[in-house]
């Protein structure tokens, strides 16, 4: 059982439960997932420093980051994220190009 990071933009965050949730349960994954804001609470600097540094270590406790790069966007927080996965060595696995996910 590979250990993914789920790696996308909040833009599509309920894609990114469903991807996680099939990921779990059809994959053979274990996922590493980003913390959602379900309350759509005000975010400070301080909060949004914790929440990258946490994905960044979570990164670090992963095999591989798992890309949710739909219809291509990748924005600037991400592609920091695969350059971070990269120079740590972790696989990149694009949901775009992963045949295991049903579209």
Do not use: P, W
Not at 20 to 36: D, G, H, I, P
Not at 48 to 54: E, K, Q, T
């Amino acid at each position: 059982m590979k250990t993914v990071t789920i790696c996308g933009s909040m833009r599509f965050e309920r894609e990114m439960q469903s991807i996680a949730f099939y990921l779990e349960t059809k994959a053979n994954f274990n996922v590493l997932q980003c913390v959602y804001n379900v309350d759509g609470s005000e975010i400070s600097a301080e909060d949004a420093a914790s929440l990258a540094a946490a994905h960044f270590k979570k990164i670090d406790m992963s095999d591989a980051i798992y890309v949710v790069d739909i219809g291509g966007y990748i924005g600037n927080q991400v592609s920091k994220e695969i350059e971070y996965a990269k120079s740590k060595g972790k696989e990149v696995i694009y949901h775009s190009k992963y045949a295991g996910m049903e579209a």
